[in-house]
C-alpha cells in the first residue's frame, strides 16, 4: 500500500488562510469518513487536530477545519499564526484494516 | 489524562531484533487498540501495526513478516518485537492508542530514538 499524497510544502503569512490536500484512493480516503490530521513540531510527537474527515477534539482552535472530497480530503486553517508553523500529516483507516499516513507537508508561516 | 511511555535499547545491531515496550497509565486499555508508528530522520510517519485489546493484531504489510505486538494489561503495557534489522529501521519510535470507531491515534507517547548500527 503505497502512503498518502501530500504537497512536500505550502507557505503563507500571519493571518492567511490555507489548504493542505491528501490524496487517497476508494480503499481509504474516499472509501470511509476515517480521515484524521496531525501537526508535528520538530522534535515532538504528532497532536491529533482532526478526526473522522471534519472533527476537532476538544482544545483543539477552531481555526483548524476539515473536509473531503472523493478521494481527497484538506485541512484548512485560517488565520494563520506564528505557532501554526510545523509538519502536517494525514492519517486513514483503510478497507484491508491497516491504517495509512500521509508523507507530510510543511508549513511555512512566512 | 492517558499517557504512555515508550522504554527500550536505543541501540541494536543489524541482523538482530528491536524490542520495546509501551506503558500506559491514566487510562484503561479495554475497547482501544494499541499501535506501533515510526519515522526515520528527516522523513514522514510510517504506520507499523496494532494490537486491539482483545489481542487481535494487524500489521504493515510491508513489515508483516518481520513484525509481531503483545499486550499485557495486567501491567497496562503492549509491546513490539521487530526482527532481522537493518540500518534502514532506525527511527523515532511512537507508541499511540487508537479509538475503535473513529480509528484514530488520539493519544501519542513522547519517542524513542532506535538507531540500527554495530
Known amino acids: 500500500q503505497s502512503a498518502l499524497t501530500q504537497p512536500a510544502s505550502v507557505s503563507g503569512s500571519p493571518g492567511q488562510s490555507i489548504t493542505i490536500s491528501c490524496t487517497g484512493t476508494?480503499?481509504?480516503?474516499?472509501?470511509?469518513?476515517?480521515v484524521s490530521w496531525y501537526q508535528q513540531h520538530p522534535g515532538k510527537a504528532p497532536k491529533l487536530l482532526i478526526y473522522?474527515?471534519?472533527n476537532r477534539p476538544s482544545g483543539v482552535s477552531s481555526r483548524f477545519s476539515g473536509s473531503k472530497s472523493g478521494n481527497t480530503a484538506s485541512l484548512t486553517i485560517s488565520g494563520l499564526q506564528a505557532e501554526d508553523d510545523a509538519d502536517y500529516y494525514c492519517g486513514s483507516y483503510t478497507s484491508i484494516s491497516t491504517w495509512l499516513f500521509g508523507g507530510g507537508t510543511k508549513l511555512a508561516v512566512l | 489524562q492517558v499517557q504512555l511511555q515508550e522504554s527500550g535499547p536505543g541501540l541494536v545491531k543489524p541482523s538482530e531484533t528491536l524490542s520495546l515496550t509501551c506503558t500506559v497509565s491514566g487510562g484503561s486499555m479495554r475497547t482501544y487498540y494499541w499501535g506501533w508508528i515510526r519515522q526515520p530522520p528527516g522523513k514522514g510517519l510510517e504506520w507499523i501495526g496494532c494490537i486491539y485489546y482483545s489481542g487481535s493484531t494487524d500489521y504493515n504489510p510491508s513489515l508483516k513478516s518481520r513484525v509481531a505486538t503483545s499486550l499485557d494489561m495486567s501491567r497496562n503495557q503492549f509491546s513490539l518485537r521487530l526482527n532481522s534489522v537493518t540500518a534502514a529501521d532506525t527511527a523515532v519510535y511512537y507508541c499511540?492508542?487508537?479509538?475503535?470507531?473513529?480509528?484514530?491515534?488520539?493519544?501519542w507517547g513522547q519517542g524513542t530514538l532506535v538507531t540500527v548500527s554495530s
Open positions: 476508494s480503499s481509504d480516503v474516499g472509501g470511509y469518513n476515517y
Open positions: 499511540a492508542r487508537a479509538t475503535w470507531g473513529d480509528y484514530v491515534f488520539d493519544y
Open positions: 473522522g474527515v471534519s
